[in-house]
């Protein structure tokens, strides 16, 4: 684990939501906040995003500030566009910059595959390779409809395999031998294969589990509350 890890920065989004409640609310007491990290820094798995979620939920808690949903939403969506998903959780649809959530009929998917090479693809890069097109992708309409993953797909995808040549080939890998259907997650590096079984799923982390690659099979969760 690297020094970056730890939440010694004031960069650290932890960091900032804390002390912005601390502010906000007047509190007097202050926090110890210990963060295990149990996925690769700059993924495209939203960890960050969901560190700030829980710290709101976990201070309204502690400092008994007893938060409504609309004050926690108001705060998460002052750090980033993916924190006010980490509030709700389960299936949800994202509308503005994904600050905008609205829960949608739960999607259930088994033998996910998380494969990561093990560098960082900034955000901001992510998103400056993006070829912006006028015609509009309605596919997310269909897989809502269908809960078929094959209308899975991530704007961001084509910029970023371009740029890191290795993000493709593990798409193609993955598609080659067995997946059903294979995207980009987030801004990357993380790539998604949807398998049809545990024996493919298992297959394929066996051969990145031997690259070196750090990988993770998982499913989709309902929303706990």
Same mark, same amino acid.
């Given at each position: 684990?690297?020094?970056?890890?730890?939440?010694?920065?004031? /960069? %650290?989004?932890?960091?900032?939501?804390?002390?912005?409640?601390?502010?906000?609310?007047?509190?007097?007491?202050?926090?110890?906040?210990?963060?295990?990290?149990?996925?690769?820094?700059?993924?495209?798995?939203?960890?960050? *995003? #969901? %560190? @700030? @979620? +829980? =710290?709101?939920?976990?201070? *309204?808690? $502690?400092? !008994? $500030? %007893?938060?409504?949903?609309?004050?926690?939403? +108001?705060?998460?969506?002052?750090?980033?566009? !993916?924190?006010?998903?980490?509030?709700?959780?389960?299936?949800?649809?994202? /509308?503005?910059?994904?600050?905008?959530?609205? #829960?949608i009929d739960y999607i259930e998917i088994d033998n996910i595959l998380l494969v990561n090479p093990g560098f960082e693809i900034p955000s901001k890069e992510a998103y400056e390779a993006v070829n912006i097109s006028k015609k509009e992708n309605t596919d997310w309409e269909k897989l809502m409809h269908f809960?078929? =993953?094959?209308?899975?797909? %991530?704007?961001? /995808?084509?910029?970023?395999?371009?740029?890191?040549?290795?993000?493709? +080939?593990?798409?193609?890998?993955? +598609?080659?031998?067995? @997946?059903?259907?294979?995207?980009?997650?987030?801004?990357? @590096?993380?790539?998604?294969?949807?398998?049809?079984?545990?024996?493919?799923?298992?297959?394929?982390?066996?051969?990145?589990?031997?690259?070196?690659?750090?990988?993770?099979?998982?499913?989709?969760?309902?929303?706990?509350?």
């Open positions: 684990m690297s020094a970056k890890d730890f939440v010694n920065a004031k /960069e %650290n989004l932890i960091y900032k939501v804390a002390l912005f409640i601390k502010e906000k609310y007047e509190v007097t007491d202050g926090v110890n906040i210990v963060l295990e990290k149990n996925i690769p820094i700059s993924a495209g798995l939203g960890g960050g *995003s #969901s %560190n @700030a @979620a +829980q =710290t709101i939920l976990a201070l *309204s808690d $502690l400092w !008994d $500030l %007893n938060l409504t949903e609309i004050e926690m939403h +108001q705060i998460a969506k002052n750090f980033g566009s !993916d924190i006010n998903f980490f509030l709700k959780g389960g299936c949800v649809l994202g /509308e503005g910059r994904g600050q905008i959530i609205k #829960s809960k078929d =993953t094959s209308y899975c797909y %991530n704007k961001l /995808e084509e910029g970023v395999c371009k740029k890191y040549p290795v993000i493709k +080939q593990i798409i193609e890998y993955l +598609q080659n031998n067995g @997946a059903n259907k294979v995207i980009l997650s987030g801004s990357g @590096a993380t790539v998604i294969g949807f398998c049809p079984d545990r024996k493919t799923a298992e297959k394929l982390s066996k051969y990145y589990s031997k690259k070196g690659y750090w990988n993770y099979i998982t499913k989709t969760k309902r929303r706990a509350r």
